[in-house]
């Protein structure tokens, strides 16, 4: 089976193309606006850029009447949106904040979770969240679809401040990935959690391309 998706129709029931391209990490992100109502609210769209600074980006689909995402204008009017880890634990909670619903309505009690405090960022993050990314918001880049719903804002962000809860760090200083279950987005409306781990390194592979790996800025 192989069809071209600008001029041919998908001969399956439901499109392969997010269901490819898996698993996705959930960017679960809070933002507050420049009157100071808060948001929440989840994009399989998102992934780390580089990390010499930490930049991150997130897609978000514009809605099939036009409108914009409320995570994309709020970050504009601010500079600021923040990056919440979505867990197994709380699958509920980023199902719920998912809901469209009109502008100003808080998500965080819709989906029953706690405000917390961001260092920088003026927005709040989830609480019962175990990591938290303050993102400084840089630009918007509009790529357009052959509809409105399939019309994105590409928005880049650097990560001022990064919060790891100590309860997830091993011994040996790494985040404990299995026993938080960061929750990710398969194809349709399905999701996984990551619950295993393992562990490869490139043979001959140079001090320098292990800082690139790990993320050390200095090694």
């Not at 990390?51 to 409108?67: E, K, Q, T």
């Not at 009690?109 to 400084?136: I, L, M, N, Q, Y």
């Amino acid at each position: 089976m192989h069809y071209a998706p600008a001029s041919e129709a998908c001969p399956l029931p439901f499109s392969p193309f997010k269901a490819c391209t898996v698993p996705r990490p959930i960017g679960w992100l809070s933002t507050v606006s420049a009157d100071g109502r808060a948001n929440l609210a989840p994009y399989s769209q998102w992934q780390n850029l580089t990390f010499d600074p930490p930049m991150v980006m997130f897609a978000a689909n514009l809605y099939a009447d036009g409108r914009r995402k409320d995570t994309v204008l709020n970050a504009e009017e601010t500079g600021w949106f923040v990056w919440n880890m979505a867990t197994y634990d709380l699958r509920e909670a980023v199902n719920r904040s998912a809901e469209d619903l009109p502008r100003g309505v808080d998500e965080f009690e819709r989906a029953g979770v706690t405000k917390a405090a961001c260092v920088d960022a003026p927005g709040p993050r989830v609480a019962e969240s175990p990591c938290h990314f303050e993102c400084r918001y840089m630009q918007t880049h509009r790529l357009e679809g052959r509809s409105a719903l399939g019309t994105v804002d590409v928005v880049y962000g650097e990560v001022m401040r990064i919060h790891v809860a100590d309860r997830v760090i091993t011994p040996d200083g790494k985040i404990d990935i299995p026993a938080i279950r960061p929750l990710a987005r398969m194809g349709y409306y399905d999701y996984t959690s990551v619950t295993e781990t393992f562990e490869m390194r490139i043979p001959g592979s140079t001090a320098a391309a292990g800082q690139g790996l790990e993320g050390r800025v200095k090694v």
